[in-house]
């Protein structure tokens, strides 16, 4: 598979989407540099979308731009593996895993049957729901794919994940210092356990103090190993939804078979950075890769969106969002309390 990827770079109708979704993205994170609290990953949505609507309309771009937005994200969500370990979960202790665990299980059946009763595809709710549950821009890469949803749908789903987790992270630092107070541990897990992406973790929880943005961050990580089961279980969910096979064997044969390279790559490099010593180099050197392959997928995600036809869903696309941020707030501090966090 990475070869296939290597290859595509140097196909000539590849090269002119993916250089300018590079660009975009090599923007985005010079900018991002004066706008912390804004971040790169909606700075390169933002872009993009103002260049793909704009100025960048061409079919020269096509190719590249899904090349990008398609197989970067796929390689950034493998690359994750070398950045996280199970031994994430033991640090938090049983509170906090159960807190993970029915926060993530929460969001998920909340976000799929309110986007079943506001009109929304299967697909388009389960792609909402695994990015706010899990890891944003990255869970969407991940499940996409393996629910076979089309490009447009996870272009729409990836920007109002964006867009939510930006209005939350500013309101989180606020609401958690007023209503849990002082606690580093509580503030953590309503960080931690709520913003969709690491950066926007790391930026909101600094705004409390360096203590939080630790812990907020184990939070965060603890989620990210969900990944594989959530993308496991939505692929299995479609699959019986559109009945692609017709008996308990063949269902069996495939489970394995079904799940993307990408997904199995995590696990495997996970499981390896848990059981071995690895230089930290390695979890660098995964990281600084797996943040620029992110960056440019989003870039291509935000030159391929049809702004005019994402405003057509506008109102829709509002009330869900509003009512999925005001859900996870509530929950959040509902289970914080409940498993009595910090």
Not at 66 to 75: A, G, I, N, Q, V
């Amino acid at each position: 598979m990475t070869k296939e990827i290597v290859m595509k770079l140097f196909n000539r109708e590849i090269l002119p989407g993916f250089f300018l979704s590079f660009l975009v993205a090599f923007i985005a994170k010079r900018v991002a540099v004066f706008l912390p609290s804004i971040g790169a990953a909606s700075l390169s949505i933002c872009i993009g979308i103002i260049l793909g609507n704009t100025v960048c309309r061409s079919q020269r771009l096509e190719k590249g731009t899904k090349f990008s937005e398609s197989r970067l994200l796929e390689l950034s969500v493998a690359l994750l593996g070398l950045t996280v370990t199970f031994q994430t979960i033991g640090v938090l202790g049983l509170s906090g895993l159960f807190y993970i665990v029915f926060m993530m299980t929460s969001v998920i059946l909340f976000t799929y049957f309110l986007g079943q009763r506001l009109g929304f595809k299967d697909e388009m709710s389960l792609m909402i729901a695994g990015g706010n549950a899990v890891c944003g821009s990255s869970a969407i890469g991940a499940i996409a794919p393996a629910i076979k949803a089309d490009s447009r749908d996870k272009g729409q789903a990836i920007v109002l994940i964006n867009l939510l987790g930006t209005i939350l992270m500013f309101v989180l630092p606020v609401v958690g210092v007023q209503i849990l107070g002082f606690s580093d541990l509580a503030n953590s897990a309503l960080t931690g356990g709520v913003l969709q992406s690491v950066g926007q973790v790391v930026a909101s929880a600094s705004l409390i103090n360096p203590q939080v943005t630790q812990y907020a961050t184990l939070f965060k990580i603890t989620r990210i190993l969900f990944l594989v089961v959530v993308v496991f279980a939505f692929e299995r969910l479609m699959v019986k939804k559109k009945q692609d096979f017709t008996t308990e064997n063949n269902s069996e044969k495939s489970i394995f078979h079904n799940i993307p390279w990408y997904i199995l790559a995590f696990l495997l490099l996970c499981f390896l950075n848990s059981a071995l010593s690895l230089p930290h180099s390695f979890s660098l050197v995964s990281k600084f890769f797996s943040s620029w392959f992110e960056m440019i997928a989003l870039a291509a995600i935000g030159l391929r969106l049809d702004f005019k036809k994402f405003l057509q869903e506008g109102p829709r696309f509002l009330i869900y969002m509003g009512f999925i941020g005001l859900f996870q707030l509530a929950i959040a501090l509902l289970l914080i309390f409940a498993f009595r966090i910090g």
